[in-house]
């Protein structure tokens, strides 16, 4: 694959997922919300929610800006791997 066609298949990736990660953040508020009925060290899992979402957008956005399209990419993916915890302790409990 060339080199644009990376880069453009990059950007249309990033985009796609940047507004889903936005709409996650309303559902996030709502979970939020609840989590403290739960337990305190649930409701402080939950509320590190938004810290992934930032540090993931950044860092996605300076690899991609840096022509690493690879890395872009996987950075991308690193909020999921916050609903795979988060599945695997509600299964826990």
């Given at each position: ?63 991609f800006k840096r022509t690493v399209y690879r890395k872009s990419l996987l950075w991308s993916l ?16």
């Amino acid at each position: 694959m060339d080199k644009t066609m990376a880069r453009r298949l990059t950007l249309i990736w990033l985009l796609m997922s940047e507004a889903v990660l936005v709409c996650s953040l309303l559902l996030w508020y709502i979970g939020f919300v609840f989590s403290f009925e739960i337990g305190w060290m649930f409701a402080a899992f939950v509320g590190s929610y938004p810290i992934f979402v930032i540090i993931s957008a950044v860092m996605g956005w300076r690899a991609f800006k840096r022509t690493v399209y690879r890395k872009s990419l996987l950075w991308s993916l690193f909020p999921f791997v916050w609903y795979i915890i988060l599945n695997i302790l509600l299964w826990i409990e």
